[in-house]
């Protein structure tokens, strides 16, 4: 007798098949498969674990953000090999949408662990980062429904994320991030500017959060591990052939010709 699939691993098999076969899958069917974050997070972690790809990567590299300080913040790893240098180029890397969100990355110095993790306040966090760059995230979905689909059901598919491209890096420092403005370049559209417009305030908020997340179980965190911490301009639209560029005066600059 076939035994049914737990409702976790009927998402998680959703999405594996839809990353194998480059195909969309139907968040509707499965509306009340996700009850919580922790589900979410579980079938990341068996997605991951079914397509490979994470097991030898050091360094690591993740995702984290929320819309606020107030609202629970959440994280995913993302594949090393959707993870590219500035100025880069998508090729045939699959995407069934282009979305863009202009950002800055924090790298580790050294190793975190979980008992470390526990330890950590914004201050000492903060110190454990020893460089920082400008990021371009493309945001893509596995769901038919895309940013529609069910916030639970966007976590467990990676944060809707669909590559990183990562510009040169530089010391990190102390800034006021709210006089820190960005300017993003699509194609030919009109050039889109902010000034202070982090969600968070300061991307490095995210820090004690995100350690604890990730060194889960065991888990750590090898030094030179990336986190990318969330979008500066909302989500913006590209499509293919555009050259899309990323500046934030004062930290750098990225690109990626899609």
Sequence with gaps: MEVPLSKIDAVADALIHARRT???ADAAPL???LTDTADAYAVQQRVARELGGFEAAAPQYWKSGGPSRGAVLTHARLPPAGVWTSPAQSGTWPFHMRGIEAEVALRLARDVDATLAETLDAGSASALVDAMTVSIELVDSRWREALGAPALFKLAD???HGALVLGPWIPFAA???RAQTCRVQIGAQPAVDRRGTHSLGDPAFLLTAWLRHATLDGRSLPAGTVVTTGTW?????AAAGDLVTAEFPGIGRASVQL
Aim: glycine share 6%; net charge neutral.
């Design 175 to 177: 800034r006021d991030w």
């Design 158 to 160: 990676l944060q809707s």
């Design 233 to 237: 301009v909302g989500i913006l639209h």
């Design 22 to 24: 480059r195909n969309l």
């Design 31 to 33: 509306a009340d498969a």
